[in-house]
């Protein structure tokens, strides 16, 4: 008892050991949160900000042009005329990404404001929705809209590519459009609530306009991995820029000297949009 009433006594003559205790027990779980490890299938956005990663971004831009350049000026035979036939598919690449990009907007715009919806069967059906195409290969899902609902109706090889890429990542696009949204701080909706606007008006003239400035870097990073993945449309016969150099193989053998010109052109692609996403990023930052 007397060892009990020394313990309460001496807390009482030094409270600041409790404080020291509890900062001391925040302080590990700030460390732990900090320490965290988040990975992502996202390319590297170059910042001038990160030293680290804009340099890495120079060197391996620089070097890929230099080498792809070298093996086109200084070996033409066969490098000059892979390049020139690969490149043929850059077109349709860039076609099929900039119109399922433009579709994943639209989906993930639907889920995005689903998943804040305080309708609890539109939150459910937009969750469900999320969880089921992530859960889904990208490849398996463009491999069914082709050919097994091509069973049922003629689908061209453009619109099932169009749609499985939009399909796929107006998932994960919802989920960028959600973050967004939550990232508007809650005031705002409360604020334009007060003033005598309805909740759709709110979310139309002032939560979604800086939403738009929040996602849009996101966006584009979701841009890019859809360009690297719009390889897979050279499985259903899309003269994309894969599928040009599977035809040149198919005539050459030369597998090993083409695969490395489309690899090359690939990263060459991905580099330059890359840092455009870097630019829009600085300049969003410093304009607010």
Same mark, same amino acid.
């Given at each position: 008892?007397?060892?009990?009433?020394?313990?309460?006594?001496?807390?009482?003559?030094?409270?600041?050991?409790?404080?020291?205790?509890? =900062?001391?027990?925040?302080?590990?779980?700030?460390?732990?949160?900090?320490?965290?490890?988040? $990975?992502?299938d996202g390319v590297l956005i170059p910042n001038k900000n990160d030293n680290h990663v804009f340099n890495s971004w120079r060197v391996?831009?620089?070097?890929?042009?230099?080498?792809?350049?070298?093996? +086109?000026?200084?070996?033409?035979?066969?490098?000059?005329?892979?390049?020139?036939? +690969?490149?043929?598919?850059?077109?349709?690449?860039?076609?099929?990404?900039?119109?399922?990009?433009?579709?994943?907007?639209? @989906?993930?715009?639907?889920?995005?404001?689903?998943?804040?919806?305080?309708?609890?069967?539109?939150?459910?059906? =937009?969750?469900?929705? +999320?969880?089921?195409?992530?859960?889904?290969?990208?490849?398996? #899902?463009?491999?069914?809209?082709?050919?097994?609902?091509?069973?049922?109706?003629?689908?061209?090889?453009? @619109?099932?590519?169009?749609?499985?890429?939009?399909?796929?990542?107006?998932?994960? $696009?919802?989920?960028?459009?959600?973050?967004? @949204? #939550?990232?508007?701080?809650?005031?705002? $909706?409360?604020?334009?609530?007060?003033?005598?606007?309805?909740?759709?008006?709110?979310?139309?003239?002032?939560?979604?306009? #800086?939403?738009?400035?929040?996602?849009?870097?996101?966006?584009?990073?979701?841009?890019?991995?859809?360009?690297?993945?719009?390889?897979?449309?050279?499985t259903i016969a899309l003269s994309d820029i894969l599928r040009k150099g599977r035809e040149y193989i198919s005539r050459t053998f030369? =597998?090993?000297?083409?695969?490395?010109?489309?690899?090359?052109?690939?990263?060459?692609?991905?580099?330059?949009?890359?840092?455009?996403?870097?630019?829009?990023?600085?300049?969003?930052?410093?304009?607010?």
């Open positions: 008892m007397e060892n009990k009433t020394k313990k309460d006594t001496d807390y009482q003559l030094h409270p600041s050991m409790a404080a020291k205790v509890v =900062s001391k027990a925040r302080d590990d779980n700030n460390r732990k949160a900090a320490t965290q490890i988040q $990975m992502t391996t831009f620089f070097m890929a042009i230099l080498l792809l350049g070298s093996l +086109v000026l200084f070996a033409p035979d066969p490098y000059r005329s892979i390049f020139l036939v +690969v490149i043929k598919g850059a077109p349709m690449t860039f076609q099929v990404t900039i119109m399922a990009i433009i579709g994943a907007i639209f @989906i993930g715009l639907f889920c995005g404001l689903g998943a804040v919806s305080k309708s609890r069967i539109v939150n459910m059906i =937009s969750g469900v929705y +999320v969880e089921f195409i992530r859960g889904i290969p990208l490849l398996v #899902q463009l491999i069914f809209i082709y050919y097994a609902m091509g069973r049922l109706f003629r689908i061209e090889g453009l @619109i099932a590519a169009v749609a499985a890429l939009s399909i796929c990542f107006g998932a994960y $696009m919802g989920e960028i459009v959600r973050a967004g @949204i #939550q990232a508007i701080p809650k005031g705002q $909706m409360e604020a334009a609530i007060a003033l005598g606007l309805s909740r759709g008006q709110a979310f139309r003239y002032v939560i979604l306009p #800086q939403t738009i400035k929040v996602v849009l870097p996101a966006i584009g990073n979701e841009f890019i991995s859809m360009l690297k993945d719009s390889s897979l449309v050279s030369l =597998s090993l000297e083409t695969m490395l010109i489309v690899a090359l052109v690939y990263l060459v692609i991905t580099l330059m949009l890359s840092r455009l996403v870097g630019m829009l990023e600085e300049r969003l930052h410093r304009h607010g």
